[in-house]
């Protein structure tokens, strides 16, 4: 069964960059969409990035757009999201998600219900000081 690992979080000074990687093991990849999502303390989980399972259409969270960027490589079955000009309102426990039957959303893959994720990593924590 499909299982996801998040690595690459840590501290990080405002402005700068981490690479959060996602790699999965016991299943390919290849169909299945992928969202990034983080959770704040005191604040619920939202969603930050998403790409299907082609790769070829992708979403961001207006608060992220311009400054994430999420791609994956199928061969290394890895889904990975490079953040940049991070600030402190970035700090949280970051998240990667799959949703095995690829639901179909209309709107963009932003658009699919957190619930229709069925197989979640245990999260790596991102911190940004100012």
């Known amino acids: 069964q499909l299982q996801l690992v998040e690595s690459g979080g840590g501290l990080v000074h405002a402005g700068g960059s981490l690479r959060l990687s996602c790699s999965a093991s016991?299943?390919?990849?290849?169909?299945?969409?992928i969202g990034w999502f983080r959770q704040a303390p005191g604040k619920e989980r939202e969603g930050v990035s998403c790409?299907?399972?082609?790769?070829?259409?992708?979403g961001y969270a207006d608060s992220v757009a311009g400054r994430f960027t999420i791609s994956r490589d199928n061969a290394k079955n890895t889904v990975y999201l490079e953040m940049n000009t991070l600030n402190v309102q970035d700090t949280a426990v970051y998240y990667c998600?799959?949703?095995?039957?690829?639901?179909?959303?209309?709107?963009?893959?932003?658009?699919?219900?957190?619930?229709?994720?069925?197989?979640w990593g245990r999260g790596t924590q991102v911190t940004v000081s100012s």
């Open positions: 998600a799959a949703d095995t039957l690829d639901t179909v959303v209309a709107g963009g893959c932003m658009a699919r219900p957190i619930s229709e994720y069925d197989v």
């Open positions: 016991g299943s390919s990849l290849d169909y299945i969409a």
């Open positions: 790409i299907s399972s082609t790769g070829r259409r992708i």
